[in-house]
């Protein structure tokens, strides 16, 4: 059964304090990887696509990486703003699988 | 710059009420989809179309219909309402396919009373 789990659940982090957040999946043919920031109350929002193991994509404090069973989205220095839930996906055929997510708190 | 649209943002429903959920989207996307988002369960596909007059069903399409006669718009209908639809609905789109970048309307909300 095609999965996607994301690690922690919830990651409570000091500004400037770096850490990864962890999506690991199981799917068979996957077409791609996405990464979404969703804040409360609105809709998910673009991140990153990553197509094949070995692919990194950066974007301001965000770093994605992609290995065959597992992507790593790489948060440095973060501020306050980036307190958010952190939503991965992986398509496979023409569907889309989301993982539960992970909370991700700044604290100033 | 209007991109996915959803209306309404906020709906109240009675037990065995039908409603729709309108979905708009105005970037000639081919790729269309629906989900809901409840606590604890992430998002979860409802039903998708990969273009106009072609539908299918996704991980949860029990009690919900979706058609698609145009490009632009994928309504999702409730056709009796129950409970356990109360959840935050979200259509999505891409250009091409679930392969390609999906971008996401600001969501509805839905209680069933």
């Known amino acids: 059964e095609d999965q996607v789990t994301q690690s922690p659940e919830a990651l409570r982090l000091q500004e400037g304090e770096s850490s990864s957040l962890n999506c690991s999946y199981t799917?068979?043919?996957?077409?791609?990887l996405f990464w979404y920031r969703q804040d409360p109350g609105k809709g998910p929002e673009f991140l990153f696509t990553l197509y094949s193991a070995g692919e990194e994509k950066e974007k301001e404090r965000l770093k994605a990486t992609l290995t065959k069973k597992e992507s790593f989205l790489h948060i440095t220095a973060p501020k306050p703003e980036d307190s958010a839930t952190y939503l991965c996906a992986v398509s496979r055929d023409d569907k889309i699988i989301f993982g539960k997510g992970t909370r991700l708190h700044i604290l100033p | 710059n209007a991109g996915v649209t959803q209306t309404p943002k906020f709906q109240v429903l009675k037990t065995g009420q039908s409603m729709t959920l309108q979905c708009a989207q105005d970037m000639n996307h081919e790729y269309m989809s629906w989900y809901r988002q409840d606590p604890g369960m992430g998002l979860r596909l409802i039903h998708y179309s990969v273009g106009a007059g072609i539908t299918d069903q996704g991980e949860v399409p029990n009690g919900y219909n979706v058609s698609r006669s145009t490009t632009e718009d994928f309504p999702l209908r409730l056709l009796s309402a129950a409970p356990s639809q109360t959840s935050v609905y979200f259509c999505?789109?891409?250009?091409?396919?679930?392969?390609?970048?999906?971008?996401f309307g600001e969501g509805s909300w839905l209680t069933v009373v």
């Open positions: 999505a789109s891409s250009r091409q396919g679930a392969g390609d970048t999906i971008y």
């Open positions: 799917v068979s043919g996957l077409r791609g």
